[in-house]
């Protein structure tokens, strides 16, 4: 049977049957038709089941494959183990950057550690301008497509390796910039860093499409990392394995024709909010007419 027969049917056998209970809703002491109720649920509910999926650009990104983007591991070793040089590295930088606690550089890498506005403020003074949906669009669906691809990139990693963080190595938990996250986190691989993944991968975008802010761009991208070894939820090594899967994503992408024309937008759009076009003054095009006029004049006269 078809959607539209069910819902006919439903609706002559509620017709004849005039079946009208009524539900009080106490928090707003108001009531409403059973009936009326039924029929507007039913066809909200087909009408949604039969929306394509959501337009918003991350999914829109999520759901088509632009390219195959390399998992992490198969180019990059295991993270260091226990007794290997690097992971005795790992334990020094976290040891010393434990002084970091308090100071100012431990409050950024608090702020840094929220990450859920990462498009629109962790960026806004080295990028300059506020990246939304709304006046920098191409950009905003740029980014949202880097971040996806960039997770592709390190999730396998991430569920193949699960490897644990400083805070439980060393049984610290509560030390952390972000003790609210411990929970969750000792639950998420440490090896490599999302975070700085991330940070690393918008930073090589943004600075791509405003070359003359690059160095501000890629200074803010590093530090993104490094708040994550600061914060004492990742070591070293889980920061440099994830600004270099980010790396990889990007170049991957630019293998793309779509993201190009993605990118090739963006650099449009933002171009034009840094440098745009001045009109011409209503006086100048006046004397730019006179001008024309008085020439053609004087060509008849002496012609």
Same mark, same amino acid.
């Given at each position: 049977?078809?959607?539209?027969?069910?819902?006919?049917?439903?609706?002559?056998?509620?017709?004849?049957?005039?079946?009208?209970?009524?539900?009080?809703?106490?928090?707003?002491?108001?009531?409403?038709?059973?009936?009326?109720?039924?029929?507007?649920?039913?066809?909200?509910?087909?009408?949604?089941?039969?929306?394509?999926?959501?337009?918003?650009?991350?999914?829109?990104?999520?759901?088509?494959?632009?390219?195959?983007?390399?998992?992490?591991?198969?180019?990059?070793?295991?993270?260091?183990?226990?007794?290997?040089?690097?992971?005795?590295?790992?334990?020094?930088?976290?040891?010393?950057?434990?002084?970091?606690?308090?100071?100012?550089?431990?409050?950024?890498?608090?702020?840094?550690?929220?990450?859920?506005?990462?498009?629109?403020?962790?960026?806004?003074?080295?990028?300059?301008?506020?990246?939304?949906?709304?006046?920098?669009?191409?950009?905003?669906?740029?980014?949202?497509?880097?971040?996806?691809?960039?997770?592709?990139?390190?999730?396998?990693?991430?569920?193949?390796?699960?490897?644990?963080?400083?805070?439980?190595?060393?049984?610290?938990?509560?030390?952390?910039?972000?003790?609210?996250?411990?929970?969750?986190?000792?639950?998420?691989?440490?090896?490599?860093?999302?975070?700085? $993944?991330?940070?690393?991968? !918008?930073?090589?975008?943004? #600075? +791509? @499409?405003?070359?003359? /802010?690059?160095? *501000? =761009?890629? &200074?803010?991208?590093?530090?993104?990392?490094?708040?994550?070894?600061?914060?004492?939820?990742?070591?070293?090594?889980?920061?440099?394995?994830?600004?270099?899967?980010?790396?990889?994503?990007?170049?991957?992408?630019?293998?793309?024709? $779509?993201?190009?024309?993605? !990118?090739?937008?963006?650099? #449009? +759009? @933002?171009?034009?909010? /840094?440098?745009? *076009? =001045?009109? &011409?003054?209503?006086?100048?095009?006046?004397?730019?007419?006179?001008?024309?006029?008085?020439?053609?004049?004087?060509?008849?006269?002496?012609?």
């Amino acid at each position: 049977m078809k959607v539209s027969e069910v819902i006919k049917a439903l609706v002559s056998a509620d017709e004849k049957t005039r079946l009208r209970p009524k539900y009080c809703i106490t928090s707003a002491n108001y009531l409403f038709n059973y009936r009326n109720f039924m029929k507007n649920f039913i066809f909200s509910l087909c009408f949604l089941l039969s929306l394509p999926a959501m337009n918003h650009p991350a999914m829109a990104a999520s759901n088509a494959e632009l390219v195959k983007i390399s998992p992490l591991i198969d180019f990059l070793p295991p993270p260091p183990a226990p007794g290997d040089p690097d992971f005795e590295r790992d334990v020094v930088i976290y040891q010393n950057t434990r002084a970091e606690k308090g100071g100012p550089r431990w409050e950024q890498a608090a702020i840094d550690a929220e990450d859920k506005k990462y498009l629109d403020d962790l960026f806004l003074e080295a990028f300059g301008l506020k990246i939304n949906s709304q006046t920098t669009p191409a950009t905003r669906e740029l980014l949202d497509l880097v971040i996806i691809y960039v997770a592709k990139t390190i999730n396998p990693a991430k569920e193949h390796y699960k490897s644990i963080r400083p805070f439980d190595y060393f049984q610290a938990l509560g030390s952390t910039c972000a003790p609210a996250h411990e929970t969750w986190l000792s639950t998420n691989s440490s090896y490599p860093s999302g975070h700085s $993944a991330r940070g690393w991968g !918008l930073a090589l975008i943004l #600075a +791509e @499409i405003s070359p003359e /802010r690059q160095g *501000a =761009i890629l &200074k803010r991208g590093y530090e993104l990392g490094q708040s994550r070894v600061i914060c004492g939820v990742h070591w070293q090594s889980d920061v440099d394995s994830g600004r270099l899967a980010a790396s990889a994503a990007i170049v991957q992408l630019h293998n793309d024709p $779509a993201f190009l024309n993605l !990118l090739k937008k963006a650099k #449009a +759009e @933002i171009n034009e909010l /840094r440098h745009p *076009a =001045i009109p &011409k003054k209503k006086s100048n095009l006046i004397m730019l007419w006179l001008q024309r006029l008085f020439k053609v004049a004087a060509t008849k006269h002496f012609s």
